[in-house]
C-alpha cells in the first residue's frame, strides 16, 4: 500500500515539477510546497464537509473516528513541519472529543503552518537531515514528502468516511 501511496505522489510530483520549472532557481521545493497546497485545501474542504454528528463516526472499530483523524493530521503535520523548518511547533494539543470548529481550526492552523514551512525551503536546504520519527534523521525532502504522502493517505481514506455517510468528497464535487 505504502508502495503504491509512494507512486502516486510521484505521479503527482512529477508534473508539477515541470510546471515548477517556473518557479525560478527552486523547481523542487516549489513542486513539493504545490503538492502540499493541493492536498491541505482537499483536507479541509473534507473536514469542513463531514457534519459535526458525524466527527464520532468510524466504519469499524478499529478505525480511527472521522474527528480523531482530523486531530492525527494537524499533530503530524505540526511535528514534522516544526523539524522541516526549524520553527517551534504550535502547542495545542487536539482529541477527537472537540468539536467540530476546533478540529476544523486546528487543521486549517497545521496547513498553514506546514505551508509557512515549505516557503522557506530551497532546492539546497532539501538535502539537510533533520529529526523524525524513532530519534532517526531523514533529508528535509523525505520529511517534506512523507507529510505530503500522509495527506495523500489521509485524504484517500477520509473520502471514504464521506461516501459511506453519503456525501461526496472535495475532489469529486462538480465545480460550480
Not at 508534473?15 to 516549489?30: E, F, K, V
Not at 468510524?58 to 472521522?66: C, L, N, R, S, V
Not at 495545542?92 to 505551508?115: H, I, N, Q, R, T
Not at 533529508?139 to 489521509?154: F, I, K, M, P, S
Request: glycine content about 4%; overall charge neutral.
Amino acid at each position: 500500500m505504502k508502495q503504491l501511496i509512494c507512486m502516486a505522489v510521484v505521479c503527482l510530483i512529477a508534473p508539477m515539477a515541470a510546471m515548477a520549472q517556473d518557479a525560478g532557481a527552486n523547481p523542487l521545493s516549489s513542486a513539493v510546497q504545490m503538492t502540499l497546497n493541493q492536498f491541505a485545501k482537499n483536507l479541509v474542504a473534507t473536514a469542513e464537509e463531514m457534519p459535526a454528528d458525524k466527527y464520532s463516526y468510524a466504519p469499524t472499530k478499529e478505525e480511527m473516528t472521522f474527528g480523531k483523524s482530523v486531530a492525527h493530521i494537524a499533530e503530524v503535520n505540526n511535528f514534522v513541519c516544526s523539524n522541516i523548518s526549524e520553527m517551534p511547533a504550535p502547542p495545542p494539543k487536539m482529541s477527537d472529543a472537540d468539536s467540530k470548529e476546533k478540529l476544523v481550526a486546528g487543521l486549517k492552523a497545521s496547513m498553514d503552518y506546514c505551508a509557512q514551512a515549505y516557503s522557506k525551503l530551497t532546492d539546497a536546504k532539501l538535502k539537510d537531515s533533520v529529526p523524525f520519527y524513532g530519534g532517526r534523521k531523514i533529508t528535509r525532502l523525505g520529511a517534506a514528502l512523507e507529510v505530503n504522502y500522509d495527506l495523500v493517505d489521509h485524504y484517500a481514506a477520509l473520502a471514504v468516511y464521506l461516501r459511506l455517510n453519503g456525501l461526496l468528497p472535495p475532489t469529486a464535487q462538480k465545480k460550480p
